[in-house]
């Protein structure tokens, strides 16, 4: 199997926004122009919402036409899920979008079906969601483990990263990187992207031997996007900007194992478990 996950720009965009503010009908325009075939039947698509999420909106679709059992409909159903505004100041949204495509390729995740201008659309899962209790059984909490040792095992984290040595693709420099004012705007001065730019490379030119992005370049993008508005936001900064590069230095070089493909996000509402299969 190909290893390597689609690029985002070969999965499909809908140049359409899903808006908080009026949900109902954004939701509804981005399934359709996904699902034309609904059209003739919009008085029987319906929008759940799951409330669990933290960074993100996530919206179950569903189009309960009364000749479809429930099973049927959930086969059908398509998961929409909206990024949290601002949130792409701490997560790098292209990249999970090529770790989704990866999973789904290895078939640990549902098929992308799409992207559009704040979010991603996906097929729905059936299942039902763990709670906190559930993990905690043997059958569960085993079930996870074996699932997590396929991540590590079968995905090569070089389809989503930069190998040690290469050239860092520009793009990487400046993703996330927009809210250099805490603001969200993007359109902070060429002096401070600059500025970000280089702090970037250092701390990429201090840790040679580890992919990027890691933990040090995570970091230093998240210390570049506090806000800088005051004299005390501005001495905050500078002062966790002396904690980290004294971090690089101190555990940068230290030996570990390799780099694995992992998680990160075990929640307990990010595990499903799926229903029996029943013979055809």
């Not at 919402?49 to 679709?61: H, P, Q, S």
């Not at 995570?218 to 980290?244: C, Y």
Request: proline share 8%; with cysteine; aromatic share 6%.
């Amino acid at each position: 199997m190909d290893s390597s996950p689609l690029k985002p720009e070969s999965i499909r965009h809908i140049p359409l926004t899903y808006t908080h503010t009026d949900s109902h009908n954004s939701a509804l325009q981005l399934i359709l122009t996904l699902k034309p075939e609904w059209r003739k039947s919009q008085e029987t698509i319906e929008f759940v919402r799951f409330t669990d999420g933290i960074t993100n909106t996530l919206l179950k679709a569903v189009n309960k036409l009364p000749e479809l059992s429930e099973r049927q409909v959930d086969r059908e159903a398509v998961l929409l899920r909206a990024y949290g505004k601002g949130t792409d100041v701490l997560i790098d949204r292209e990249r999970e979008t090529l770790s989704h495509s990866l999973l789904a390729r290895h078939g640990l995740a549902p098929p992308l079906l799409a992207r559009f201008d704040n979010g991603l659309l996906y097929k729905f899962i059936e299942g039902s969601v763990c709670s906190p209790a559930d993990l905690r059984r043997p059958e569960v909490w085993r079930g996870v483990a074996r699932r997590l040792g396929e991540w590590h095992a079968t995905l090569p984290i070089s389809s989503i990263s930069t190998e040690p040595g290469a050239p860092a693709p520009t793009t990487s420099l400046a993703n996330g990187h927009a809210a250099g004012s805490g603001n969200g705007s993007g359109n902070s001065p060429p002096r401070s992207r600059s500025k970000r730019t280089a702090s970037i490379e250092a701390i990429e030119k201090l840790t040679p031997t580890m992919p990027r992005p890691n933990i040090w370049t995570v970091m230093q993008k998240w210390i570049l996007a506090l806000p800088t508005s005051t004299p005390s936001e501005r001495t905050r900064r500078d002062q966790l900007q002396k904690e980290l590069e004294w971090l690089v230095k101190l555990f940068s070089s230290t030996t570990s194992k390799s780099f694995v493909f992992a998680h990160c996000d075990l929640l307990s509402g990010n595990v499903i478990i799926e229903p029996p299969t029943t013979p055809a």
